[in-house]
């Protein structure tokens, strides 16, 4: 029986119920991140001034310059607003204008040695009614690795999990998350996508928004199981200036999908958000090469021949 069954008719969840499980969720992700690297995460306590059209209030965690991690950003935000902006109604045209309410939890690890990869995770709810007709709400997420050296037992680690937290809510859900995961993290422009993938999956709120928050929690909290291990496997590999600068390189490509592709940013940016908290994904540092060709033989080129791909990991 699936989870959705399971739930029968639970009532749906309030969205200070949904809030504190994702204070608590940044909380317990940034707290085994400042074990791992050592260095404190700087918080940020934010609040739109009343003048603005976007209400609501935030906390950004940032880790900046570790051991570990050259940058750590890990952010909350709960916001409310007038108009739903159009990178939030592609798939729903009748909400368009409406109203909304949004709230998640965001994150991006950039790790300082090149062979631990970095990674991405967005735990989120939306809600939105016109004037005068019940809400709609729905949640969003998943969580992504973008490896700069590829380990097949890393992706296999990464894919396990991912699969194993979507299990007790349909067998049809990993393989379809994943497939969606491949497909929205994908550099159109260069033909290229943007890592070895997870899962993605928006708009869901299928056997009850009950039904759907547990599958997000589940998510959420299955987070630290995927990546962790992978950092402790990698963070102490040797690695000097050619790996470094292929690293920096390729970090561009993290930044040319978040800003041309990613609908999040451009939710962000579209609905009047906090600029800092939406581009807390960017690398610290990062540059770009002209026409860039590696050996054959090389590993670098073994990356995108052997691991930027949608491959199945778990076939």
Not at 21 to 41: K, N, V
Not at 70 to 86: M, T, Y
Not at 108 to 128: D, E
Request: hydrophobic letters at 40%; proline letters at 8%.
């Amino acid at each position: 029986m699936s989870a959705a069954a399971d739930m029968g008719a639970a009532p749906a969840p309030s969205v200070a119920q949904v809030r504190e499980w994702l204070i608590g969720l940044q909380a317990r992700i940034t707290g085994a991140i400042h074990a791992i690297d050592g260095t404190p995460f700087t918080e940020d306590v934010w609040r739109k001034a009343p003048h603005e059209p976007l209400q609501g209030d935030g906390m950004t965690r940032i880790l900046e310059g570790g051991p570990v991690f050259e940058r750590a950003g890990c952010g909350f935000s709960h916001v409310r607003g007038p108009k739903l902006p159009p990178s939030a109604t592609q798939h729903r045209p009748e909400l368009a204008g409406a109203p909304f309410e949004a709230l998640g939890v965001s994150l991006v690890f950039h790790p300082r040695n090149p062979y631990v990869p970095t990674v991405h995770m967005n735990v989120r709810m939306l809600s939105a009614a016109h004037p005068g007709q019940p809400a709609v709400g729905w949640f969003g997420g998943g969580m992504d690795l973008t490896p700069y050296y590829g380990f097949a037992e890393d992706a296999v680690h990464f894919h396990t999990v991912c699969r194993d937290a979507l299990a007790p809510f349909g067998a049809d859900k990993y393989p379809r998350f994943k497939r969606w995961c491949d497909e929205y993290f994908f550099l159109k422009h260069r033909n290229e996508p943007r890592g070895i993938g997870g899962i993605f999956f928006d708009d869901f709120a299928e056997g009850g928004m009950a039904n759907g928050f547990a599958m997000l929690r589940s998510v959420g909290e299955a987070f630290l199981d995927a990546y962790l291990p992978i950092v402790e496997r990698r963070r102490q590999q040797p690695w000097g200036e050619r790996e470094r600068a292929f690293q920096l390189y390729r970090r561009g490509r993290y930044v040319e999908f978040n800003l041309v592709w990613d609908r999040g940013t451009h939710f962000g940016l579209q609905s009047g958000g906090r600029t800092e908290s939406i581009l807390l994904s960017m690398p610290p540092l990062v540059s770009w090469s002209y026409q860039r060709q590696d050996p054959p033989d090389s590993h670098e080129a073994a990356l995108t021949r052997d691991f930027l791909t949608a491959r199945d990991w778990l076939g």
